[in-house]
T-cell receptor, first 111, second 113 residues
């Protein structure tokens, strides 16, 4: 059974700090990895995707992937209160149409 | 214009009733999905359609029946509602072959009393 593990949090960081969100997955066939952000009461929205080992940067966000360790992370630099949300890690299921979502990490950025 | 729209947004009903949720997307995508997010915020796929063809049918009770009249619409009908069906149901769409880039609707919160 495919599993995606995330620390549910809440993770509290002060404004301006770096928030580090971690995710491990069990499906070695996963090729693509996605981070979704979900504000309370809203729908998930895609914020980052990563396909190769290493780092991928997009503005204040950096995704890191290590397929050998089956580990993917999301760093948020200069965290803002508007970043307060639940972040969902979602690897694909071995290239299928299906994503397996983790339960998410709730991030709280304290002003 | 809303890209993925669902109706109704809120649904409160009694156990045993039958209800439907409708979804429409105007993004021109070929693939549409139904996801269920329970009270613990766990988001799980239920069904996926590609060009009106069912391609993913996870282990859900057969009381749940999806229907795709065309590639822009995917509806969900639920028979004999149970308390455990209470959840937020999200419709989503994506381009064929682009597996992870999902566009979600606003969700339909179903409460079964």
């Amino acid at each position: 059974q495919k599993e995606v593990e995330q620390n549910s949090g809440p993770l509290s960081v002060p404004e301006g700090a770096i928030a580090s969100l971690n995710c491990t997955y069990s499906d070695r066939g996963s090729q693509s990895f996605f981070w979704y952000r979900q504000y309370s009461g809203k729908s998930p929205e895609l914020i980052m995707s990563i396909y190769s080992n290493g780092d991928k940067e997009d503005g204040r966000f950096t995704a890191q992937l290590n397929k050998a360790s089956q580990y993917v992370s999301l760093l948020i630099r200069d965290s803002q209160p508007s970043d307060s949300a639940t972040y969902l890690c979602a690897p694909d299921a071995g290239g299928s149409y299906q994503l397996t979502f983790g339960k998410g990490t709730k991030l709280s950025v304290i002003p | 214009d809303t890209a993925v729209s669902q109706t109704p947004k809120y649904l409160v009903t009694q156990m045993g009733n039958d209800k439907s949720i409708k979804c429409e997307q105007n993004l021109g995508h070929d693939t549409m999905y139904w996801y269920k997010q329970d009270s613990k915020k766990f988001l799980k796929i239920m069904f996926s359609y590609n060009n009106k063809e069912l391609i993913i049918n996870e282990t859900v009770p057969n009381r749940f029946s999806p229907k795709s009249p065309d590639k822009a619409h995917l509806n969900l009908h639920i028979n004999s509602l149970e308390l455990g069906d209470s959840a937020v149901y999200f419709c989503a769409s994506s381009e064929t072959g682009v597996t992870g880039e999902l566009f979600f609707g606003e969700g339909s919160r179903l409460t079964v009393l």
